[in-house]
């Protein structure tokens, strides 16, 4: 990384942070939070001229707080989410926090949350897990694990507050409807 001084701080918060795409490692980006708020002396100072809540600048910072084997990951963006910095950081044990990045680094799904929570508690590894919540589900359900991005992530869950239903009805309507129109078409 380039050597930060505050312009260089600043475009780099403010082109990583106030768009949806990110051009940047999570770990570039907590440095130039972490370069800022030694410049301005607190988180409050930062939020105050960058426009973001001391929160997610908190957020931001928490991948600095991870192991160097974790940040790495972070760097090379095979991790790339604030909220699995977050999940990661909540295992405290440095151990557990590389195994669990690693774990997730391997695993099929980037962002399956009830997986992580059985990491968390149970000292699952990933694969274990999934396998854990398959073998739960009642007979004749069926349960799909999906990979969303973070940002088809939020825009489900925006979907689902404005519709005021719960994520997996969301989901299945809209397959439900695609099936539909889909079968619809091989029928004319």
Excluded: C
């Excluded at 999906?146 to 005021?164: G, I």
């Excluded at 129109?181 to 004319?188: A, G, H, R, T």
């Amino acid at each position: 990384m380039k050597n930060l001084d505050e312009e260089t701080a600043l475009a780099i918060v403010f082109a990583n942070t106030k768009r949806k795409k990110r051009k940047e490692s999570l770990l570039t980006i907590a440095k130039a939070f972490a370069y800022l708020v030694k410049l301005y002396g607190s988180q409050d100072a930062v939020a105050n001229r960058v426009g973001l809540s001391t929160e997610m600048i908190r957020e931001f910072l928490t991948v600095l707080k991870l192991p160097q084997e974790v940040q790495s990951l972070f760097s090379n963006r095979q991790i790339d989410s604030v909220d699995t910095a977050k999940e990661l950081f909540a295992l405290k044990d440095p151990t557990k926090q590389v195994i669990a990045a690693k774990e997730l680094v391997d695993s099929l799904s980037k962002d399956v949350r009830d997986i992580k929570r059985l990491i968390k508690s149970g000292n699952f590894h990933i694969k274990d897990a999934k396998k854990v919540v398959l073998d739960a589900k009642p007979k004749g359900m069926h349960i799909f694990i999906m990979d969303f991005d973070d940002e088809t992530y939020r825009a489900v869950v925006e979907q689902t507050r404005k519709l005021k239903v719960k994520p997996a009805e969301l989901v299945r309507g809209i397959v439900t409807d695609w099936l539909k129109q889909k079968k619809k078409k091989e029928n004319e």
